[in-house]
Structure formats: structure tokens, C-alpha cells
């Protein structure tokens, strides 16, 4: 061979091809092959975790904001005017009730944001926040009692609308977060809220209006529904057209003008309902 600087030239070819290749041993990093199928159960159940400022979590949101506001206007009628559900409305409900625990799964899913905006997604942190803040409320809410409590209650469609009463909370929740994941824009929502605040506030003041008609005052043949209305035997009236009647003397009250009113029953109501349309 001849010897150059830092290198040999082996001119026999013999030697050349008998020579045995070097073997390369290369160390990889441990499990390196595995790294992507290797999660952590912890980071799989992240993967999963819904972000809710994203437009889809916001219309699943406005989605049961709108079933709550159909439970909010339902849900005192029919024991308030003493009028029996349709077969078809109970069917609503029973679909309503299945959304409703199906946003209780995605509340169990749905990320929580921290005090500086970062969105958190640990499973365990939202479940045990989730358990300990609004899921009594939704479950007690969305759970069928008109199958558990039993007929012998004496008409249990009273006591089912006093319990779902408590779904009603979802709504200034879901509201609430609307507002924040809405903030800086324009104020249509904030315009519409108020104008619905105050459709609603008449509506429920209307149904106790009834509620009293129809239970304290009975007998009564001075009450306002025998001699405000006009009409005969108003009591049997279908819901479609007392109904109106009854919002209208709401609104009457809400604004504190007056009415053709006698019973101190009455009175009492009237100006409660003044206090709270001020």
C-alpha cells in the first residue's frame, strides 16, 4: 500500500473483495418506534377535550339555550291554568330530556378556561369541577320524574314542572357564557336578552295570576277571571284563547295600570307584580 497523509490505498483487489464490511450499531432512543401509539391515558383523554370558544361548541350552546327557553314557557302552563298536556308535547319533552342529558356528557368533555385564558384540558380537573358546581342541577333537572313519582301524589305534573324549574338555571349559565365568548361585538344579543327577559317575566307573572285565580280564589265569583274577561265560565276556556287575556292583564300589572280587581288576594298580587315590572 502506499501511505498518503491520513489515509491508506489497498491496490490488491483480492483484499478488496474479501474485506468484511463494517457493522454500524446504532443506539435509539428507548420505545423511540413506539413514541407515537405510546400516549399516556392522560394525553389521550386531552385529545378529546371540547374547546369552548370554537363556533360548534357555540351553537350546541345556543341549541339548548333555545330548549331551555321552550321549558321556560312550557313548564308553568299547564299546572298553573289546570290544563292537561298533549300526547304530542309529552313526546317533545321526552325528546328534550335526552338533549338534555347529552349536554351533560358534553359538559364532562368541554375545556375550562383559568384566570389568565388558557384553556384547560385535564379530564380529571373538569369532571371534578363539573361534579361539584352544576351537575346536581342538571342531573335533578334532566332525570324522569314523571316515571318514579308515583300517580298517588294526586296529579304529578305540579310537582314534575316544580322540579324542572331548576333547568331554568341553565339558562344564566349558558347565557352568561355566551357573553363572554361574545364580548366586543355588537350588542343584538344583549338588546334581545332584555326584550326576552321582559316577555318572560310577564308570561310567568300571567301564569301565577292564574295559578291564584284557579286555586285561592276558586269560589270566588269576584274574582278577575269571572268578571275581568268578560266571558262566561272563562275558567273553561281553551289555553289558545285564555291565554291571551291572561298576558295582557300581566302586562297591565308589570306597568301598574289598572284594573277591574276586588279580592284582597288580588291587590297584593297586583302590586307585587308592579314591584317587579319597576
Not at 388558557?118 to 332525570?143: G, H, P
Not at 298576558?247 to 295600570?257: E, H, Q, T
Amino acid at each position: 500500500g502506499v501511505h498518503r497523509r491520513g489515509a491508506v490505498v489497498v491496490n490488491n483487489p483480492h483484499i478488496m473483495n474479501n474485506a468484511v464490511s463494517p457493522t454500524i450499531t446504532v443506539n435509539k432512543p428507548l420505545g423511540s418506534e413506539d413514541a407515537p401509539r405510546a400516549l399516556s391515558c392522560a394525553q389521550r383523554s386531552e385529545a378529546y377535550v371540547i374547546d369552548p370558544t370554537q363556533p360548534a361548541k357555540m351553537k350546541w350552546d345556543i341549541f339548548i339555550i333555545l330548549m331551555v327557553i321552550y321549558n321556560a314557557f312550557f313548564i308553568p302552563i299547564y299546572p298553573c291554568f289546570r290544563k292537561e298536556q298533549s300526547p304530542q308535547l309529552q313526546t317533545v319533552d321526552t325528546v328534550l330530556d335526552i338533549f338534555f342529558w347529552l349536554d351533560m356528557a358534553v359538559s364532562f368533555r368541554t375545556g375550562l378556561m383559568d384566570v389568565d385564558g388558557e384553556l384547560i384540558r385535564d379530564w380529571y380537573t373538569i369532571a371534578d369541577t363539573y361534579l361539584k358546581s352544576w351537575f346536581v342541577i342538571d342531573f335533578a333537572s334532566a332525570f324522569p320524574w314523571e316515571i318514579m313519582l308515583p300517580r298517588s301524589l294526586g296529579g304529578t305534573s305540579g310537582y314534575i314542572s316544580a322540579i324542572k324549574c331548576i333547568r331554568l338555571f341553565r339558562l344564566g349559565r349558558l347565557i352568561k357564557m355566551l357573553n363572554k365568548q361574545s364580548a366586543g361585538q355588537a350588542n343584538l344579543f344583549s338588546i334581545v336578552r332584555i326584550l326576552f327577559g321582559l316577555l318572560m317575566l310577564c308570561h310567568w307573572l300571567g301564569c301565577f295570576w292564574m295559578l291564584l285565580q284557579t286555586n285561592l280564589l276558586a269560589g270566588n265569583k269576584d274574582r278577575w277571571l269571572d268578571q275581568g274577561i268578560g266571558v262566561p265560565n272563562a275558567a273553561d276556556m281553551s289555553l289558545e284563547d285564555l291565554y291571551p287575556h291572561v298576558l295582557y292583564a300581566s302586562m297591565m300589572m308589570a306597568v301598574g295600570d289598572s284594573m277591574s280587581i276586588t279580592s284582597t288576594p288580588e291587590v297584593y298580587f297586583a302590586c307585587m307584580a308592579t314591584l317587579f315590572g319597576m
